[in-house]
């Protein structure tokens, strides 16, 4: 519920503003940036104590992974939340997660910080 009510949302919502309409609002782009970098400090605290989102690898990570897969779309720096980096990266050299982040059009390599 967590990733479907905001991780998820506000982060789409950084994607607009940062990514995709840079430029047209400074107090939305300032708005979502500091709700996403707020939203990864959280995941990454809840990672230093876990190594999925819950116990075990689930639903949850892959919901939320491809998120985290556009950082760069979000200005967020990988290195500043140790946690989510490592869980990124060990879901990130999984095939399967290769295979899904190709779909439905291959975008590249999976971007690695």
Request: no cysteine.
């Amino acid at each position: 519920m967590w990733q479907m009510g905001g991780f998820g949302p506000m982060i789409g919502q950084a994607h607009h503003f940062l990514k995709y309409n840079k430029g047209k609002s400074e107090y939305s782009e300032q708005r979502y940036h500091t709700e996403t970098l707020r939203l990864y400090g959280v995941l990454d605290r809840h990672l230093a104590t876990s190594p999925y989102i819950i116990s075990t690898l689930s639903i949850a990570d892959f919901a939320t992974w491809p998120w985290v897969s556009r950082f760069e779309y979000h200005q967020v720096d990988l290195n500043d939340f140790p946690n989510v980096k490592r869980w990124y990266l060990e879901l990130a050299a999984r095939p399967a997660f290769a295979r899904g982040y190709a779909q439905p059009k291959d975008a590249g390599q999976i971007p690695l910080p």
